[in-house]
Structure formats: C-alpha cells, structure tokens
C-alpha cells in the first residue's frame, strides 16, 4: 500500500502546498516558512509527477499514420487548412515550469545537504524532461531558469535557439544523473530514468539535425553549434550505461506467445522492464479507460500499412509474399511475429481470466472500422466470469510505462546505426533480444544491408529518406522500433518528425483487404462474423455491416472519410499561439505559419 501513497498526496495534498505560488502572501503558509525537510520538498516535488504536461499517464491514446481513432481525428492527421495558429493553448502551457523553478529557488532553505542536492537533482531532471517536450513541439522555445513574477523583464524574452536550450537540458540531465538514487524505484525517477530521459532527447536532435540538415527548421542555429554525431553519442552512451548498470532486463516468462502482452496488461508494473511507471490503483481511484476503450467503446485501430510491416514468423518479409496486397485478412494475420497478435485481435484470440480463458465474440468490426483492433494495454477480465471490474470507463489500473528497458535497447541500437558504427554484437545486445522474447529470429546486419526493404523504403508504405551503406539496417531498425512500441503514446509521430518522414501522414490509412462482398470469417472458425457489403445491401441478415471499399464491391476497407495531406515547409513544428505572441511581441512565428500577425 505504501507506493500509492504518494500518489493519493499528490492530488489531495500537492495543490494546497504550492497554492502560495499565485496568491501570495497566504495566511498559514509563504515561501519562507516551507521547502526547509525532505517532506516538504517531496509533497511539492509530487506535482512535477502529476503534470500532464511532463509525462504522458495515457500512452495508448497517442495518434498516428499507424495508429488512430475513428471518431476523433486530429487535425495534426488531416492536415492542410485544419491546421491553424490557436489563439491560445497548443501546448504552450509553462505554469509546471514556474513550478520546479520555484522549488529550485528556495531550496537553500533546506539545511540537510544531501535531501538539498536528491531534490535539486530531481528538479532538474524535470525541467529537462519539460523542455524536451517543448523542442520537440515548438523547436527554439525561451529559457528560462528561475521563478519569474509578473513584472519580470524575462517575460518578453525571445526564443532561445535550439542549441542553447539542449545544452541547457544535457547540464540538468547530467546533474540528476550524477545525483538522483541509483536503487529501483518504479514509481519515482532515479538516475536510470535520467539516463533513458537523457537518451531520448539526445536521439531525438541527433536524427532530426541529421535529416532536416540545411532546412528551414534549424535556420536558427548558430554556426559552432554542435553535429548530429555529437548528440548520437550521448544518446548511445546514456543507454550503454543503463544496459551495463544490469539493473534492468525485459520481462519474460519464457512465453513468446503472451509475454510482450502481458508486459502491458497486467495490473503492477514489472519492475524488471520498466523503469519508470505511472501508477494506478481502484482503491484510490487512480485508474483510467484503456479496457473501456476495447471492450465498450472502441473505435481505436491500426491501419493496413501497419500490419504490413510486421514480419513472418520465421523472419522473412510479408510484403515479399506473392498478392501480399490482396491476401484476406485471416491469411494476412497469421504466421507472424508473434507481437502481431499480442498487439490486436487475431483468430484464436481471448482475453484470460482467473478461471479459464473467456472467447470474445467478434463484432468488433463496429469499433474498429480499419477491421484491426488493438488489445494492447487490455485488461484481463476480472474474478471468475465477470468483467465488470475492468470494463466499464475508468476502471482500469493496470500500470503504464514511461521508460521501459525495451525502448532503451532501440535508442541504443538506433544510435549507433544512424552513427555508421553500428555492429552485429551491438545488436545482439538491443534488438536481438526484443526478438528474443517472442522467439523471432535474430536481425543480421549484413544481411539487411545487402538487400534493404523495398517496402520500408517505398513511397507509399515507408521513409524515403534514408541512403547510404547503412539503409538496410537503419530501416530494419525503424521496423523493429514500430512494432515493438506500436500504440505507445507519441513515439510514433515524434519518430517521423525527426526523420523528416512527415510524408508518411499522407499514406494511405486503410484497412484490410475484401476480395468480394458476401460473408467473411475472421475469427477462423469457419462461420461468417459478417456479411460486408459496399453497394448491394442483403436486406435483414444480422451480421450485415456496410464499409467503403477502395474498388467498389472490393478492396481495403475505407474507414473514414478525410483528406490528409503534410506541409513540408511548415508542419514538423507547431505553431505559436497567437495570443502568446501579442502578449510578448519578441515571439517570432515558427516558419511558415501565418497567424496574421506582422511585428
């Protein structure tokens, strides 16, 4: 019980202990009289945890070419003119970081020098994960690095450059690095979450300097600033110290068939793999909807072009079958990398309960309109026969990762690809053994290199921009990463924005292939789940269900309906609001974005 503690202080508590920072002076409580024990320090410091503007606590709701919502399309998926300057919000939300600065300020007050430095380390590894957030939306954003009041001068600060603000976030990294506990502890950062922290943000500039080199989007750097292979070195060498630090492994059972799903589903957060974990608990009332979503509601799905991707079995290329594009869906599901049908509902699917295995029915057709429905994150049913303890909305309390060892072991191997100096040991260490869990065969580095994917590297399924001696494997690379954090919060859209692969959102989003309207079988059994029509409605049948297809009365399933396009020039970048911009007229537009203003 002690771990959820925490976590109920941070919602009932942690606004009280900081309500000072807007309405000071406060009768009972100033600045003075607080941030002097470890137990003041820790009841702020819980805010940090809870912002949602730090650590994303939903990460099976993230959206993407691969992974979407049929009933709520972003605009960042539709692009073109649905994309507009917001007057407000967009992501430009700093009250958090007048939070940690705040605590930064006053911790001197604090007497015990080594619950001083714990905190100050703790607090910098939070400002940095903020200001990563911030590089990825807006690129150069303003530092700044104390609390600020409302006459402060450094309120109408201009951007900082982006190479000033990640030297500034590798400096406070570095520091909680060397700072932070060392031991285990899921629920609250340590050194190794810096380290994976320190990882992703390093990869991340490192790639997108490296594929957006000479474009508009870094026209602001200066002339010393630093290469692509300095920041993939740091990224590479922070994930090498969390793999040498052995405290950390994948979580196995031995069971290649159920393994990478239960990782996710079930209730506490394995402390082998994840190394950092939002914590839920029903008896708290910390919970969220992921089994909701799957169970009742619905409507999340993959597309084809993401199924394609995952290999066979025995580890060759789908999409080197013969009339790959046109197998039924049952004959394109199975044989595969077994994280396929740990990842959606495929033939012989059931969700486990603590009796015996329970069969779902498949009508799921209705939620996921592409015909892929994602289980991922789904809990397993509850006591005996029932599901009501899981089912219904906000009821699940299975744990969610934040860094896992599993994301750590792509960074490294990713890094070191994208370095040139990537070797088959390497990956022997990192991708292998995510391949090893569910018995796939290894990757080779020669042999990807000798003979690159077409598919990968194809203009309508994959990234066109990637050459070189290394593209064979840089793209292996890329499909293991897809498949192994597919449904993993924002991976997947800040992955294409640092490859400068924006062109993928313009990929067809479709779903799986019918030969010819009638009845279909998809859980393999023999019997009909649905009659699909297009054109010609069969009148009262009860399992009729009418989709688009792309020729006619045959083809991909067309689940909605939307024009998505990607503006190269403009949208790697969000823009700044509006209104942000006339209250400090020093905030220049991010390129390409008109929001009408002219200062």
């Known amino acids: 019980m002690k771990k959820y503690i925490l976590i109920l202080v941070t919602l009932a508590i942690g606004a009280v202990s900081c309500d000072f920072l807007d309405r000071q002076p406060y009768d009972s409580l100033t600045p003075g009289d607080y941030f002097k024990t470890e137990t003041d320090l820790q009841l702020f410091s819980n805010n940090f945890y809870a912002s949602s503007y ?41 009250g958090i970081l007048r939070k940690i600065n705040t605590l930064l300020g006053y911790i001197d007050q604090c007497e015990d020098e080594q619950v001083k430095l714990k905190y100050t380390a703790l607090a910098r590894f939070f400002r940095a994960a903020f200001y990563f957030q911030k590089l990825q939306r807006f690129g150069d954003v303003p530092w700044i690095d104390r609390e600020l009041g409302s006459a402060d001068e450094e309120l109408q600060n201009p951007r900082d450059n982006r190479e000033v603000i990640i030297t500034h976030m590798i400096e406070d990294v570095d520091f909680a690095i060397e700072n932070l506990p060392t031991a285990v502890s899921t629920y609250r950062v340590n050194k190794w979450a810096a380290l994976a922290l320190k990882a992703q943000f390093c990869l991340y500039e490192g790639t997108f300097r490296k594929y957006h080199a000479g474009d508009v989007f870094l026209q602001t750097l200066p002339a010393d600033a630093k290469t692509p292979a300095y920041y993939l070195g740091l990224a590479a060498n922070a994930a090498k110290e969390i793999m040498d630090g052995n405290m950390y492994k994948l979580f196995t059972t031995g069971n290649p068939n159920s393994d990478y799903g239960t990782l996710f589903r079930q209730p506490e957060a394995s402390k082998d793999e994840y190394i950092l974990a939002v914590d839920y608990n029903t008896s708290l009332q910390l919970v969220h909807d992921r089994t909701f979503n799957f169970s009742q509601n619905g409507s999340y799905m993959l597309s084809k072009k993401a199924v394609d991707m995952y290999l066979k079995a025995d580890g060759t290329r789908f999409t080197s079958e013969a009339l790959w594009q046109t197998k039924g869906f049952i004959d394109q599901v199975s044989g595969r990398d077994p994280r396929l049908a740990q990842t959606i509902v495929t033939p012989g699917y059931k969700r486990v309960s603590t009796g015996a295995a329970k069969d779902v029915s498949y009508p799921w057709l209705t939620r996921a309109y592409s015909g892929y429905y994602p289980h991922k994150f789904v ?28 994301e750590v072991l792509l960074n490294y191997a990713e890094a070191h690809a994208e370095l040139g100096d990537l070797t088959q040991a ?21 042999a990807a290199n000798a003979d690159p994917d077409w598919y990968l590297s194809h203009p309508d399924y994959g990234y066109s921009n990637v050459s070189g001696a290394n593209k064979g494997i840089i793209l292996e690379i890329r499909r293991e990463r897809t498949v192994e954090l597919m449904a993993e919060g924002d991976f997947r859209w800040n992955d294409l924005m640092r490859w400068k692969e924006g062109s993928c959102i313009a990929q067809a989003m479709e779903g799986f292939y019918v030969a010819a309207e009638g009845d279909v079988d998809l859980s393999g059994d023999g019997v009909a789940d649905y009659y699909l029509y297009s054109e010609n409605d069969p009148g009262g049948n009860p399992i009729k269900h009418q989709v688009k297809l792309t020729e006619g009365t045959k083809g991909n399933i067309v689940p909605f309906t939307i024009t998505h396009v990607f503006d190269e020039t403009r949208d790697y970048l969000f823009p700044i609001p509006s209104n942000e911009r006339l209250l400090n007229r020093n905030l220049t537009q991010n390129p390409n974005w008109d929001d009408g203003l002219d200062f």
């Not at 960042?76 to 919000?89: D, F, I, K």
């Not at 397993?380 to 089912?391: H, I, L, M």
């Not at 260490?429 to 020669?446: C, F, K, Q, T, Y």
């Open 54 to 94: 730090i650590f994303n606590s939903t990460p099976y709701d993230g959206q993407n070419d691969l992974f979407f919502q049929g009933t709520t399309i972003p605009d960042e998926l539709r692009g073109g003119t649905n994309r507009q300057v917001p007057a407000s919000g967009g992501g430009w939300n700093w």
């Open 379 to 406: 809990m397993d049913f509850g006591t005996a026969s029932a599901n009501a303890a899981v089912d219904p909305t906000d009821k699940s309390y299975n744990d969610l990762p934040i860094y896992r060892y599993g």
């Open 426 to 446: 390497m990956l022997d260490e990192s991708i292998n053994l995510l391949r090893d869990r569910v018995g796939m065969p290894h990757l080779s580095l020669a």
